[in-house]
């Protein structure tokens, strides 16, 4: 058996329960995170086109303007309100005549300006939703910024120039009045001296204003120049796909874990041992491999064999003196039971122990019929229900298996579905009689979500064993089991839990055969007889410490 669990149960989930329910419903992430990237292709998809083209334009000193070598904020020259003013009325103006649009605002809202760190560089990029027309925005707003700052520039020599001249007509004016005064004053006049004196500045003035005006009538206005012209670009800049179907994979992935756990929440079959101890059981093992694998009686060096010996040590451990009753039921429908009912005699048998195995459950899964007389190769009929309605004794009904000489089995029998039978007290002096006759009975019960018929046969019994197969037993069905069993005053050990297993389901359309219709099914063949076929006398071997006396009194408490 692998790891037990015992203890008072969990209160909490922990990280295993949580990697168990994605390893289960995995499917369900892996499904909605496909459809979140078809999503959000889909959205990808539907949204808007934006092309995005960029000039570079090299700001220059335009006229009087300082240096701006050094960056951005450096001297007169500020780049930052520079990049502002492609923004400006002027500039959307021109750009929108070089354009021939009237959609001012439209413009004016799609184009960015960038100034690289430590240069005098302002990149101008125009978004929209053709390249053609991204690459015409981003070239026009460049021309259109350089035509509005050379203009700006021009504008300010002719301002300048013209506070000049205005200043020359000035010192002019005063020149002729000086030298008019001069000319009616003898030179050897102090009034003389001082005139002239001034009318030497007033000349110098005059010299220097006209230089400045000369200079700035030979200015070279050069505002900037674009240093790297708009191209057509290749690609959208949005909408991004890797960001698209990034954010609709994740969503995906949040709603499959969110559906997941919500399925896990409303899902309410057994999936591990972990959900034996929630409901109260100790896990007495779990039977390892897969369900087609686990439909027969193991040997003894398999892994299933060995998770069964383990399992009879630690029933063994568990039985007090004078115990030796051991009922096998089913939290579901099913051959869970019969499985491990037949595996456990089988087991216990290995020891040298007698012992007997009972089946008591109506065989409608499985195989088609008698899954106990299949598993053990022994004959389906006379069985426990025929010894009941008294139509054999107790040495015909029980049967020698083949393979273990020490185990005897007593199957269902031909009326198995005989309503109260398994209630009857005739069942109770069987049970009697075979407890002072054997090592060790097995009781292979009903399911306790088919009948009553598990409690009934538990309170025969010293302990009882909870076959759980997992994914298909719910934990209600489990709970309920356990409090049945409580409640009669059996020792419920634990469970065992078993992969599913695969049911062959009765066929609807074929009539229930009558008790004396049942066809006898061929029991596997014994290697100690060559292949050939048993007579009766010896399929119907009777348990050796039963003695005549003891058969004697079962049938006169029960007469046939």
Known sequence: MEATYAGSPPSSYDMSDYLGMLRRHWWIAVVLTALGVAAGAAYNQSLPREYVSAASVLVRPA??????????TRDEINLDTEAQLLHSTPVVAGAAKLLHRQDVDVLAASVTVEVPPNTSVLQVEYTA???LEAQAGA?????????NREGNAKAELTRQADALRAKLKELSDDLTEINGRLGGLHSNSSAYASLDSQRDTTVNQINQ???????????TVNAGVIIQEARVPTRPVKPNPAVNYAAGALLGLLAGLGLAALRQRLDRRVHSGRDLVRAGIDVLGTVPGKGKHCTEVFTPFSPGGRAFNRLRNEVVAALKPGEQVVVVTGASRGPAATLVAANLAAALSRTGAEVVLIGAQVPDTLTESAPLAQLLGVAPTPGLSDLLAGRVN????????????SLHVITTGGTATAAGMLQSHALRDIVATLRAH???L?????STAASADAQSLASLADAAIVAVELRRTRRPQLTDAAEQLRRVGTVLLGGVVMPRLAHR????SAPEPEPALVETATPEPDPHTNGHKPRGEDQTIMLAPVDASALAELDEAHPR
């Open 129 to 131: 939703g053709d390249p």
């Open 63 to 72: 006229g009087l303007d300082a240096n701006v070598s050094g960056g951005r």
């Open 139 to 147: 070239h026009a707003f460049a021309q259109s910024y350089l035509a």
């Open 394 to 405: 107790l040495a015909e009904a029980t049967q020698r298996a083949a393979r273990t000489p």
């Open 209 to 219: 204003l006209n230089n400045r005006v000369n200079a700035l009538a030979t200015e």
């Open 505 to 508: 389901a009765r066929r609807k």
């Open 442 to 446: 097995v009781i292979e019960a009903p």
């Open 438 to 440: 054997a090592d060790y």
